[in-house]
């Protein structure tokens, strides 16, 4: 006899959860440290150099607080598979995400010119932004299944996200902090889009 298969909605409660704390974690941290790192410019200074020095353990609480709350998002959306074969893609690529994410934070090396071990931070930044355009264009079509306005807003993000964040690289250091932050908010978008999602979809009842 086949297994009896049924969305568990406590699960998804939690799961909603940990990706809403996850981004408010990140957010939270950043601005404490914003105020404990001393002479830290928040429009120059990048959220890495908050990841790095005495306090580095403010900014790194935050990170794997996303990191598992990108990974929790992965988690739901494979319980709750709303797709077909790009949906599954765009779970696998949350999972990417999330530890690339927990790896920035766990390396502590930001590609500063160290020479102690070899510097992967440029690559693991450029690894994160290809994973946050795919995310949003793999789970387009299935979010359309709950509602159309998901499918638009998880779009509208991507196409957002693959304009702005090459522009990081070539702009001048004086303002990459404040647009790192920018970029930080773009990829919040998506992951509470997804949350709603699947919140939205407790309130409807449906199971199975």
Same mark, same amino acid.
């Given at each position: 006899?086949?297994?009896?298969?049924? $969305?568990?909605?406590?699960?998804?409660?939690?799961?909603?959860? +940990?990706?809403?704390?996850? !981004?408010?974690?990140?957010?939270?941290?950043?601005?404490?440290?914003?105020? &404990?790192?001393?002479?830290?410019?928040?429009?120059?200074?990048?959220?890495?150099?908050?990841?790095?020095?005495?306090? $580095?353990?403010?900014?790194?609480?935050?990170?794997?607080?996303?990191?598992?709350?990108?990974?929790?998002?992965?988690?739901?959306?494979?319980? &709750?598979?709303?797709?077909?074969?790009?949906?599954?893609?765009?779970?696998?690529?949350?999972?990417?995400?999330?530890?690339?994410?927990?790896?920035?934070?766990?390396?502590?090396?930001?590609?500063?010119?160290?020479?102690?071990?070899?510097?992967?931070? &440029?690559? +693991?930044?450029?690894?994160?932004? #290809?994973?946050?355009?795919?995310? !949003?264009?793999?789970?387009?079509?299935?979010?359309?299944?709950?509602?159309?306005?998901?499918?638009?807003?998880?779009?509208?993000?991507?196409?957002?996200?693959?304009?702005?964040?090459? #522009?990081?690289?070539?702009?001048?250091?004086?303002?990459?902090?404040?647009?790192?932050?920018?970029?930080? #908010?773009?990829?919040?978008?998506?992951?509470?889009? +997804?949350?709603? +999602?699947?919140?939205?979809?407790?309130?409807?009842?449906?199971?199975?």
């Amino acid at each position: 006899m086949p297994a009896r298969i049924a $969305e568990q909605p406590n699960l998804i409660r939690f799961l909603v959860f +940990l990706a809403v704390f996850g !981004c408010t974690a990140l957010a939270v941290s950043i601005l404490i440290a914003d105020f &404990v790192v001393p002479d830290h410019d928040w429009i120059a200074d990048t959220i890495s150099d908050l990841g790095a020095g005495r306090y $580095e353990f403010i900014v790194d609480m935050g990170l794997y607080a996303f990191s598992a709350g990108l990974i929790g998002l992965a988690v739901l959306a494979a319980h &709750v598979h709303l797709g077909a074969w790009d949906w599954s893609v765009g779970i696998i690529t949350l999972v990417i995400f999330g530890l690339l994410v927990f790896l920035i934070g766990a390396r502590n090396e930001y590609g500063d010119n160290d020479s102690d071990g070899w510097v992967i931070h &440029v690559y +693991l930044v450029y690894a994160l932004g #290809v994973a946050m355009a795919v995310a !949003c264009f793999a789970m387009a079509r299935g979010a359309a299944r709950a509602s159309p306005r998901y499918r638009r807003i998880l779009i509208g993000t991507g196409f957002v996200w693959v304009v702005s964040a090459p #522009v990081f690289f070539f702009l001048p250091t004086d303002v990459d902090g404040i647009y790192e932050r920018y970029l930080g #908010v773009v990829s919040f978008v998506m992951i509470l889009t +997804l949350a709603h +999602l699947f919140h939205a979809r407790l309130g409807q009842g449906k199971a199975g």
